[in-house]
């Protein structure tokens, strides 16, 4: 696709239930990340991965997350049991390169999925 | 804490007007990449300096990284309604200039450009 694609756009969960999040990435791109906004804040860091190989999920704030790409392209970030402070807005970038980010390969962001958990 | 500081939080600015968004670290910048946000939508990159002293423009957008690489400041010229939005820097942790896309952002600044 001309873009990297998120669904759904919003996302409205009770306390307690479980949420799946997917993201499209650019065709081709190997490299691809999920990232959390706050209302207000900077996207931070959740989990990174390259083909298929989840190489970083440092940033994955609880056992609760759980991300995958199982065949190296779309990738699916799971939250189990979502609690009140998961509400945020859920970005995902891919980037061409494996070789890690620079100015000719950048990140490339979705729209993103806002999670609102009642 | 926050790694990455920008100021002002906030900008209101009549069209036509000079701005400047600032972005400071405590620590070296190895990469500094500058995005836009419109609200409720993703993050589209601007620009990319990696060498103390480097500048770049597109357009009527210029990017500096001070010779030390822990300040980066974002230049709009002559403003224009289409240029409102949120402006946000986000930094590489690794030295290098390269890493795998685990980048730091700062809270960003919202842009409001009247008529």
Redesign the interface.
Same mark, same amino acid.
């Given at each position: 696709g001309a873009g990297?694609s998120q669904s759904p756009r919003y996302k409205v969960a009770k306390r307690g239930q479980d949420v799946a999040l997917r993201c499209d990435p650019i065709s081709g791109h190997v490299?691809l990340?999920w990232y959390q906004q706050a209302l207000?804040?900077?996207?931070?860091?959740l989990t990174?991965f390259?083909n298929e190989a989840q190489?970083?999920k440092s940033?994955l704030p609880s056992d609760r997350f759980f991300a995958e790409r199982p065949e190296g392209s779309v990738s699916t970030l799971k939250i189990q049991r979502t609690q009140q402070e998961d509400s945020a807005v859920y970005?995902c970038?891919s980037?061409l390169s494996d070789?890690?980010?620079?100015?000719d390969s950048?990140?490339?962001?979705?729209?993103?999925t806002?999670l609102t958990v009642t | 804490s926050q790694e990455?500081e920008q100021s002002p939080q906030s900008l209101i600015v009549q069209e036509g007007k000079n701005l400047t968004i600032n972005c400071t670290s405590s620590k070296t910048l190895y990469?500094l990449?500058w995005?836009k946000q419109k609200y409720?939508?993703?993050?589209?990159?601007l620009?990319?300096l990696?060498k103390g002293g480097e500048e770049k423009s597109h357009e009527k957008i210029t990017a500096k990284l001070d010779e030390k690489k822990q300040q980066s400041s974002l230049h709009i010229t002559a403003s224009q309604p289409s240029h409102a939005g949120i402006y946000?820097c @986000?930094a590489?942790r690794?030295a290098g +200039?390269?890493?795998? @896309?685990?980048?730091?952002?700062?809270? +960003?600044t919202i842009l409001t450009v009247h008529p």
């Open positions: 990297v490299s990340f207000g804040q900077g996207p931070e860091f990174y390259q190489l970083d940033g970005l970038a980037s070789r890690g980010v620079s100015g950048p990140l490339h962001f979705g729209n993103g806002r | 990455l990469g990449y995005y409720g939508e993703g993050l589209i990159f620009m990319m990696q946000l @986000g590489d690794n +200039g390269t890493s795998y @896309g685990k980048l730091t952002f700062g809270q +960003g």
